[in-house]
């Protein structure tokens, strides 16, 4: 087994210039939907508009993987995809249509399920005398002394004691290798092991073997069992490495003699069925790997490898280990450095321990494989398009110095999101929900316990490593050594509940960003107040302590150094407990609006004011101009046109609280009583209804619906922790939430009733969505298109969001719309809205007009155009080029119902202001305007079609 593949052989000219894409296109790729499959869509994406395509993750990773995050070897191209030769031939078309290709990285974790991942097995067989021991956050000295020196491995379905006395685990022998078997699961025998079971072996030989044999078994035992213990902190990379050369040379001799010697191969047996038929030897030499296998419920508290968030079969990277580094990129680089790939999407980045440090490293090699001179500090363009997966809070900005081009969008989709709801009706909009439900928690409250719930429940084992090292900090101090365990174990829980981010970034070297020590104290204060209410358990001087220990702030050079150490694995779980108890326990909790329920959002927040979205773009412009916009990804909850809908809801509370209450009792006497409720619960009903408006199928086939929304609701309810979960499924709960979706859809009245529901928003639900897509594919940064999102995305969480896409009807689509765009087709595709071709449109017009006026889109200023609270308005300038954007909101208010599109005269006299005079086209109809003065009414804008794309000719 080798750590990286050989470099690829360049083809193609070394880029000397920053790519900055103007616009992308995400694909999922697995292995029904490869880079063959890729390529053939090629052309239709370059007619698109598209600048860059954006591959999601395409390295080695577990076989079958339907989203490629799982991986399982960075250093080789996902073979199911099509392998590095795969690759090669799609970018080299891609290249060919002038499209470049983005790929997305994931140096955070690795998928270790199955035994697919050779690092992590070869861990497991040598412990920390791995070479590759230093890939992987393990504590190899946790405080339960029985996993000293070994990995925890919870795989098991039940009780270690009832899996061996069940004769479930067994040893086995292959091709001089041996394993011990879990059902499927085979797993590595550390070496020292293997001498043991040899030994046994030489007693099973016939006295009439002959001595050759003895001797060369027996040198093997003797071999094996002599190799430097796991343990040995005394070893060198070069150590280790002759340690795995060594047992190599050893299995080649042992499968040797096992050829040639049909003895020793009846002797093996012999002595394996031994073994297995005797549960107390078999446990004594189970005891002696370098893991421990346990129940997998075990994992959540005794877990000592750092997972990417709760997921046991992805383990954290130490990529702050620049040779974990290195090994990682070399295959990256080497594709960056053939023109291969021009940019890269990096998942997860909160979860690295050093982000600034890592994108520094990842741009600077970037840098040496492109030939261009660059440095970190020392200002320019970036290497390397990247951007980074980054929830920013409402109020939270991206660090400047990060060597990173933006976020990956959600940020703005959050904002712009918002602005399709109306903020006015949230008082009648909270009083349905609570009268519905019965909630009467704020979304703060549930994020509060969602946090508390995931560190109790999920990740208490994280926490309880990041404690145990904050005790000993306290024990070499005599001011703090009298702190318990306990009492920090508390403090700690309480602090991270509270924490106002998703995490800070202190560096390794002390340096922090500006504001990061007034969000720990605002945590600490917060937490303090919430130890009040709760009696005042521990004394406040704790939370003192541990405030102290996050700022650094202790004059000593050696303690400080401590200090930091805690501190920076302390800002690793701040994250993934407030995505866990946020966006996967919260966010299904608290379901006043669930269009607002969406990763990068706040649901506290009701709505975005058109000044707020018009602030955020404006300093988007001027401090990340190319991040990325996003409307749907593969993580949203919903897809951009099921959340368009549901929005719909803020703007007319009385025709929502009609429609729930008439149904509240039918859904009563559907539902089940059960010893712990209803079910399903009144919260998962009113999921469901909101769930059930925004998919609504706009073709009007509901033949997979119910499955698709008896999916969801199951996942959502799991994922709430309020009456299932994926940890302990409630089956009769979940069976009768299934049956309480189809026979509610089996209703006729009910049916009835939705459907005339949905046909009264789904044009101005429509209207959001299209005013949303000219917004994204107008506003400063780089809009992304996620496949098939051309088109109407009414889909729903994954993975339902990867359901495959129409290319060939959606190539169709194109071809009439490249025949001639005018208002006559315009209006046509207005008129049959429901197929989606108008929002084929209005994407396909935004991007021709981005790819025929780049620098316009790409370093043009931003200009708010006040239109009044129905328009969110806004102009793009740049040395003589004008772009403006005139996008509706809110039409069903604005229309008051009385007709489906905000057209003509519906505006009244409303003005738009332009910066300047001129002829306007707008590029959606074909219409041209003369604009006198600067101003032109709206009603002649948008007296045919319900927005516009106006570009000064």
Do not use: C
């Not at 067989?125 to 000295?141: L, N, V």
């Not at 896409?805 to 809205?833: C, F, I, M, N």
């Amino acid at each position: 087994m080798t750590a990286t593949n050989p470099q690829p052989t360049a083809h193609t000219p070394q880029p000397k210039t920053t790519h900055i894409p103007s616009s992308t296109y995400r694909l999922q790729l697995n292995r029904d939907f490869n880079f063959a499959d890729a390529r053939k869509i090629l052309p239709y994406l370059a007619r698109l508009g598209v600048s860059d395509v954006y591959l999601s993750p395409m390295w080695g990773s577990t076989p079958g993987s339907p989203h490629g995050y799982d991986v399982t070897d960075h250093s080789v191209v996902n073979p199911e995809l099509g392998g590095l030769g795969g690759l090669r031939k799609f970018s080299a078309r891609a290249q060919e249509l002038g499209l470049g290709v983005i790929v997305d990285f994931v140096p955070n974790h690795m998928g270790i399920q199955g035994g697919h991942n050779p690092y992590w097995e070869d861990v497991l067989m040598h412990g920390q005398a791995s070479r590759y021991a230093h890939f992987f956050d393990i504590s190899w000295q946790p405080l339960k002394r029985a996993l000293e020196g070994k990995v925890l491995l919870p795989v098991l379905g039940d009780q270690y004691g009832r899996v061996l006395e069940n004769g479930e685990l067994a040893l086995e022998h292959a091709g001089g290798r041996f394993f011990v078997r879990y059902w499927e699961r085979k797993l590595p025998m550390s070496p020292r092991s293997i001498g043991t079971v040899l030994a046994a072996v030489g007693q099973q030989l016939p006295r009439a073997a002959a001595e050759s044999i003895r001797a060369e078994l027996a040198s093997l035992a003797r071999s094996m069992e002599s190799l430097p213990r796991s343990s040995s902190d005394a070893l060198t990379d070069v150590d280790r490495l002759g340690r795995a050369q060594e047992l190599e040379v050893m299995t080649r001799r042992l499968r040797a003699l096992l050829e040639t010697s049909a003895e020793v191969q009846t002797a093996l047996d012999a002595a394996l069925a031994a073994i297995n038929a005797d549960p107390a030897g078999l446990d004594a030499l189970v005891g002696e790997q370098n893991y421990r296998l346990a129940f997998w419920k075990v994992a959540a508290e005794e877990i000592n490898y750092r997972r990417f968030f709760d997921i046991n079969d992805l383990a954290a990277l130490r990529m702050e280990d620049p040779r974990v580094f290195a090994w990682a990129h070399t295959t990256l680089f080497g594709l960056i450095r053939e023109g291969v790939v021009q940019g890269v999407r990096l998942d997860h980045t909160d979860g690295l321990y050093d982000p600034a440090g890592y994108f520094q490293a990842l741009q600077a090699g970037a840098a040496e494989a492109l030939g261009v001179d660059w440095k970190p500090g020392v200002g320019g363009p970036l290497p390397l398009y990247v951007v980074a997966e980054k929830i920013l809070e409402p109020g939270e900005h991206l660090p400047n110095d990060w060597a990173v081009d933006g976020t990956t969008g959600y940020d703005f989709l959050a904002e712009l999101n918002g602005v399709f709801v109306d903020s006015t009706h949230e008082d009648e909009i909270s009083a349905i929900y609570r009268r519905f439900t019965g909630d009467r928690l704020s979304y703060g409250e549930h994020l509060y316990r969602g946090k508390q719930l995931i560190q109790r429940v999920s990740l208490p084992g994280e926490v309880n490593v990041l404690t145990e090292s904050l005790e000993r900090l306290g024990e070499s101090d005599l001011r703090s050594r009298d702190f318990t365990l306990s009492a920090l174990r508390n403090a700690v829980r309480e602090v991270i509940a509270t924490f106002p981010v998703y995490r800070t970034y202190l560096r390794a070297n002390g340096d922090r960003e500006p504001g990061d020590n007034a969000k720990i104290a605002r945590a600490v204060r917060d937490a303090k107040i919430q130890n009040r209410r709760e009696g005042g358990p521990l004394d406040p001087s704790v939370f003192d302590y541990l405030a102290s220990v996050l700022t650094m702030d202790v004059p000593d050079g050696e303690t400080r150094g401590a200090y930091a150490d805690f501190a920076l694995s302390f800002q690793q779980l701040t994250g993934p407990v407030t995505a866990k108890g946020a966006e996967d326990t919260a966010f299904y909790r608290y379901a006043r609006l669930i269009s607002l329920n969406e990763v990068g959002g706040d649901p506290a927040h009701f709505g975005t004011r058109l000044k707020d979205f018009h602030k955020a773009a404006q300093e988007r412009s001027q401090r990340w101009p190319h991040a990325m916009l996003s409307g749907s990804t593969h993580d949203t909850k919903r897809g951009e046109d099921t959340r368009a809908r549901i929005s719909v809801i803020s703007e007319l509370p009385q025709a929502w609280g009609a429609f729930v209450r008439r149904w509240a009792a039918p859904i009563l006497e559907l539902s089940q009583e059960q010893e712990l409720g209803l079910a399903p619960s009144p919260l998962d009903s009113y999921t469901l209804l909101q769930t059930a408006l925004g998919a609504y199928p706009l073709s009007g086939d509901l033949t997979d619906f119910p499955d698709r929304l008896s999916a969801y609701l199951l996942k959502a309810s799991r994922e709430a922790k309020l009456r299932t979960s994926w940890a302990a499924p409630d089956e009769e709960y979940e069976a009768a939430m299934d049956r309480f979706v189809r026979g509610l859809l089996a209703d006729s009245g009910f049916a009835g009733a939705l459907r005339d529901l949905h046909t009264l928003i789904n044009p101005y639900g429509a209207q959001n969505g299209l005013s949303a897509t000219l917004a994204r594919l107008t506003a400063p940064g780089v809009p992304d298109t996620y496949q098939g999102s051309e088109g109407w995305n009414q889909s729903l969480v994954d993975p339902d969001n990867r359901r495959p896409v129409d290319y060939q009807g959606l190539t169709r689509r194109l071809t009439r719309l490249e025949k001639g765009v005018g208002l006559p087709l315009a209006r046509k595709l207005l008129g049959s809205y429901e197929d989606g071709s108008v929002k084929t449109l209005v994407t396909w017009a935004a991007l021709q007009t981005r790819a025929a006026h780049p620098e316009l889109f790409q370093a043009g200023s931003y200009r708010s155009i006040d239109a009044g609270r129905h328009l969110l308005a806004f102009a793009r300038e740049h040395e003589g080029e004008l772009a403006v954007t005139v996008a509706p909101r809110l039409t069903l208010t604005l229309t008051r119902q009385a007709v489906p599109w905000a057209l003509g005269e519906t505006w009244g006299t409303r003005q738009l202001t332009l910066p300047a005079s001129g002829t306007f086209e707008n590029v959606l109809t074909g219409e041209r305007f003369k604009v006198r003065g600067g101003k032109i009414p709206v009603a002649k804008v948008l007296e045919d079609f319900p927005l516009a794309l106006l570009v000064k000719r």
